[in-house]
Structures are given as C-alpha cells and as structure tokens.
C-alpha cells in the first residue's frame, strides 16, 4: 500500500514553498522508497481541498524548484472566520474538506502557510485528520518558531531597498520612507530597518508618537546629516489610534482618504519639518522571486523533518525552529497565537542603543 500524502499552501505567497515541498518529496522518496510514496497536490490551497481540486504528482515535479518563487500548488486566501459558516452557496467547507481528504484516501496532510493557516489546520485536526502544519510567512509571527520560511529572503529584499533609498535620499536630500510589509508584526521592518541602517523604524507594536518622530528628523538634519531614512511597517498606528480598535482604526483613515499609513507619515513630516518627504512601497516585490540561501537552507530542513513526523506518525503538529534546532509545536499550542515583536526584546533595544527612534 503506497503511502499517500496530500501536500497544500494556503494564505499569501512567500519564496520557498516550493523548497519546503521538494524537501518533504525528497526525504519521502528516500526514507519510503518512491515507489511507496503517492504526493497528492491540492490546488489552491483549502479552496482545492473545499472544491476537491488535486492531483497525483509525478516524482519529477519535484525537482528543478528548489531555487523557484511562489507555489507550484497555486494558493488562496480562505479566511479561518468563514471556515464554518455556510454561505450563501450553501457549501459546508468543514464538511467538504474531510470528504475530500477521504475520497483522496489520504493517510495525512501537510499544510504550508501562516497564521490563519494554522488555525484552520487545528479545526481539521480536531475534526480528526492527520495533519502537519510547515511554518510560511514572510511576516515570520507564528508563534511558536524563532522563524519562518520566507522571511529572511523578505528581509533581504527590504534591506536592498532601504540600500537604494540612500543613495537617492541623499542625493535630493530628503527623507525616503519605506513602507514594508507586515500589518500586525512588524518583524520585517525591524531587522530590514537595522539591516539597512534606517534612521526611524516605526512599528505596530509600538505605537509611534507623529511629534516625536519630527522631532528626531529635525535633529538629525540639524545635526549636518543631509537626509534621513524612515522605515514603516504597513501595519504601524500612532498613539491615538493605539486606543482604537482596528476596524475603528480603518474607518478613520479610509473616511480621511489615507492610502497607506506611511502615505499619512511622510505627508506630517514633511509638514512638521519642512524636509522633501517621498514614499516607496515595495509590497509584493518583498514576496517574489527565487528564496534565499538561507530559506532554502531552513525550508529543506523544515521538509525533512515533515517527512520525519509522516515517518513517525506524529500528527496534529507544525514544524518549527526552537532555539535554532528543527522541532515540532502542537497546533493546539500554537493556532491562535502571533509572535509579535517585544518592545523591550533585543532587537528593539539594539537599534535604540544606535540610536534609532520608534517615535515612542
Ligand atoms: O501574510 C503575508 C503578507 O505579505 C502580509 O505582510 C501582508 O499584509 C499581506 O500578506 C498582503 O496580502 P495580499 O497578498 O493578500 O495582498
């Protein structure tokens, strides 16, 4: 009896899914025999297990996309909140995800993506399926893993940016800002911030004060230096709206006709200082192309260690990196939460301790 094991990706994109998913092939074939191993691809992530679009992969799929972006399974953003509410197109995707699972005649299924993800991989879980969850994100705050596949390739791409924006920065004498992604942690924009030797990081986590983040950029420019960099994550809010809620926080700016949250920045700054303010968002660019060596590193160990669990029948786990060693989490332990930055952790304190503001 062929082992068969359904592989999906679930939420945004990042590089190495696909080096996660030759990772877990690979160490399949090799610890089974390939001729044991049936890899069944789930287009599109729980959309395709809802809808039960899948395949059976030929062993050949899985090479040559080490070092390809994005996802050979295609992926879909297929929000855990309506996971069990039946709509008006009366599915009941709860229903529907077993059914394929078993019409596939799956002996587990892994699930590579972020947060929302893990949460709906915790519901199948109790529902009975043999899962295991791999830890994607370029945002890298799944709790539980000191990091994420995609993340560091993500950083890289922010820090080659920031890089860019000084040379032009300089040359204009402005303040560039650059908006990188992250909407509740802002992990990215901290050590792309450092990285890249930002002069202001501003951050979800701590709400910035629009003052004082003049008030550093005034110094500075004071102080002879001709231009300043300012790194926000999308996800940043001042002090004010830190007392909102965040649907409250969105109708505010939408009803102010705010595009992004470092759009409304560099317009207050510019006001305040009297310093050329301009913006660049990179967005999606931060999510493209080939991983980094160090995400195909991490992501081929987090595939390996998949196919350990397959191995061992340990399911209802997520794959993570624990105090740099490869281990796995309980989804019970893990779905749910996110791993924000802390304020006082390290990697605050050391951009603060060169003397970078947060606006707090
Ligand atoms: O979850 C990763 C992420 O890139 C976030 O940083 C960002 O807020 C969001 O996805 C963007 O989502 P979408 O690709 O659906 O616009």
Not at 27 to 54: D, H, K, P, R, T
Not at 160 to 189: P, V
Not at 236 to 244: G, T
Not at 300 to 325: P, Q, R
Request: proline share 2%.
């Amino acid at each position: 009896m062929k082992r068969r094991i359904g592989i999906l990706t679930s939420g945004g994109d990042c590089p190495g899914l696909n080096a996660t998913i030759r990772g877990v092939a690979k160490a399949c074939f090799e610890s089974f025999g390939e001729e044991n191993v049936q890899i069944v691809g789930i287009q599109n992530g729980y959309y395709g297990l809802i809808n039960n679009i899948a395949r059976e992969m030929d062993a050949s799929e899985f090479s040559g996309i080490l070092t390809q972006g994005g996802t050979i399974l295609g992926t879909k953003r297929q929000p855990f909140k309506m996971m069990t509410v039946i709509g008006e197109d009366n599915v009941d995707k709860v229903k529907n995800m077993k059914q394929t699972y078993k019409k596939l005649k799956l002996d587990c299924l892994l699930t590579l993506g972020g947060n929302g993800t893990h949460k709906t991989s915790k519901l199948l879980a109790d529902e009975g399926l043999n899962i295991i969850g791999l830890p994607k994100t370029i945002d890298n705050d799944i709790y539980g893993t000191d990091v994420t596949f995609g993340f560091h390739t993500a950083v890289d791409i922010a820090t080659d940016a920031i890089d860019r924006l000084h040379t032009t920065a300089a040359s204009h004498s402005r303040i560039l800002f650059c908006e990188i992604m992250g909407n509740k942690a802002g992990w990215l924009t901290v050590n792309a911030g450092i990285a890249g030797g930002a002069d202001v990081i501003l951050i979800p986590e701590i709400p910035y004060d629009i003052t004082k983040v003049a008030e550093s950029l005034t110094k500075r420019a004071e102080s002879g230096k001709g231009f300043s960099i300012v790194a926000v994550a999308e996800g940043a809010f001042d002090v004010e709206e830190a007392k909102m809620k965040k649907k409250e926080r969105a109708k505010k700016r939408s009803e102010a006709g705010i595009l992004t949250a470092t759009s409304r920045i560099a317009a207050q700054i510019q006001a305040a200082t009297g310093i050329e303010s301009r913006v660049c968002v990179p967005g999606h660019m931060l999510r493209g192309g080939s991983p980094s060596a160090y995400d195909r590193i991490l992501a081929t160990k987090f595939g390996v260690h998949a196919a350990e669990l397959i191995k061992n029948e340990d399911y209802g786990k997520t794959v993570a990196m624990v105090n740099s060693v490869v281990t796995a989490n309980k989804l019970e332990d893990i779905a749910g939460l996110t791993k924000f930055v802390d304020p006082e952790g390290q990697i605050v304190q050391t951009a603060k301790k060169l003397g970078v503001s947060f606006g707090d």
